[in-house]
């Protein structure tokens, strides 16, 4: 679904340079857009042998046809794993508790309200992000 005509293909209103590229130098060249659409018959074999190959390589079927056709550039993409669905969603909600933590813990240190409980959060959100990041280390590893 898109929500502009075929020839809006300018950013969105208000966005801004990333960080990291902050002057926009070094963008790709414009591509022509893909208007058009080819269509082909193919027994049921050949189309879930086209699907698997596709999704073995981590690209969609059509970025497969174009590249056979050296049509586009390989580029071969890390694929992203498979992740159960219910620990992404813990992940995120302890993503939105530590957030509120550090707002907390930014605010007070803010207006020089440092006090015990205060400092007690602050120890253990740095506990925190250590053990998260021997965790990551470890999972590299793998």
């Not at 174009?66 to 071969?76: G, N, P």
């Not at 620990?87 to 530590?98: C, E, F, K, S």
Request: net charge positive.
């Amino acid at each position: 679904m898109s929500y502009g005509c075929a020839d809006d293909t300018g950013p969105c209103e208000g966005r801004q340079a990333s960080p990291s590229n902050p002057t926009g130098a070094g963008k790709a060249p414009a591509k022509e857009p893909l208007t058009e659409t080819f269509v082909f018959r193919c027994t049921a074999s050949e189309k879930s042998q086209l699907r698997a190959k596709a999704e073995a390589a981590g690209l969609p079927a059509s970025t497969l046809l174009r590249e056979a056709l050296d049509l586009t550039e390989a580029r071969r993409r890390k694929p992203v794993p498979r992740v159960d669905p219910a620990l992404v969603l813990a992940v995120g909600r302890i993503g939105g508790n530590l957030n509120q933590i550090a707002r907390w813990l930014n605010h007070t240190m803010k207006v020089s309200r440092t006090d015990l409980d205060t400092l007690t959060v602050a120890r253990r959100l740095v506990v925190i992000e250590r053990q998260l990041a021997a965790l990551l280390d470890e999972a590299r590893e793998c």
